[in-house]
């Protein structure tokens, strides 16, 4: 029986040569992986830096904006809370005197004020609400002329009361006032001059409005073509006749 043949052993050469195969396959691929990536940004550091920097400034700013908006939002709801409670107070008191001045004005009936078209006062329109004595109950737009006349100073007065101005300036509002009604008016604009500080002017056409004025301001024309202003003090001219 023949003895077995040892294997054959790889030389050191034949070893070297297999590694140096293998690197050079693995550098082949490494250099090919790094042409796929392109050329290498040397200030990509850079860039990041600054784009990091750019995303943390618009991070600040939107929170800032955030609590801008939230701290807006806080104001206007508190302005609209304040809003409301003013607006109903004064709405309150205009109402509470324009129902007194339309039952002294009318001598009788009643009248008041409705929010209307929304429960938030702010959002709601209104409606004046009037009944002439012998009259039902019925909106403005359905009364008569005078009688939207009528109403209406009451309620410009009522508004005079709540808020008195140093000049009310009423302009032809007696003109389709009978001269029953014209009376009343006069002597409303008497218990307003005594109630406010308020300096009534009256633009009027009406003989009965302007005798019960004090003083008077009209315009003449003296020769054709010129105008003059004229000014008449009532009240004094009836003092000098009370003393002859």
Do not use: W
Request: charged share 25%; hydrophobic share 40%; net charge negative.
């Amino acid at each position: 029986m023949s003895a077995a043949c040892p294997a054959p052993k790889m030389s050191f050469d034949e070893t070297e040569l297999g590694e140096a195969s293998s690197e050079s396959a693995r550098l082949d691929k490494v250099q090919a992986d790094r042409e796929r990536i392109g050329p290498v940004n040397l200030i990509a550091s850079d860039e990041l830096a600054g784009l990091e920097e750019e995303q943390a400034k618009g991070l600040a700013e939107t929170e800032e904006l955030t609590e801008a908006i939230n701290r807006l939002r806080g104001s206007i709801g508190s302005l609209n809370r304040e809003g409301r409670q003013r607006l109903l107070s004064a709405f309150e008191a205009v109402d509470r005197h324009f129902r007194r001045l339309f039952t002294t004005l009318f001598g009788g009936g009643q009248a008041h004020l409705e929010l209307i078209d929304s429960d938030d006062p702010l959002q709601a329109g209104l409606e004046i609400m009037a009944q002439p004595p012998g009259k039902k109950l019925a909106s403005l737009t359905l009364l008569s002329g005078g009688e939207q006349a009528l109403t209406a100073v009451a309620l410009i007065f009522g508004l005079f009361l709540t808020n008195p101005a140093p000049i009310c300036v009423l302009d032809e509002v007696d003109a389709p006032l009978d001269d029953a009604n014209i009376e009343r008016f006069c002597n409303l604009l008497d218990v307003m001059q005594k109630e406010t500080d308020t300096r009534y002017l009256i633009v009027t056409h009406n003989a009965v409005t302007m005798s019960r004025m004090h003083r008077l301001f009209g315009v003449t024309m003296v020769e054709q073509g010129v105008s003059r202003l004229v000014s008449v003090d009532l009240g004094g001219a009836e003092e000098l006749l009370a003393a002859e």
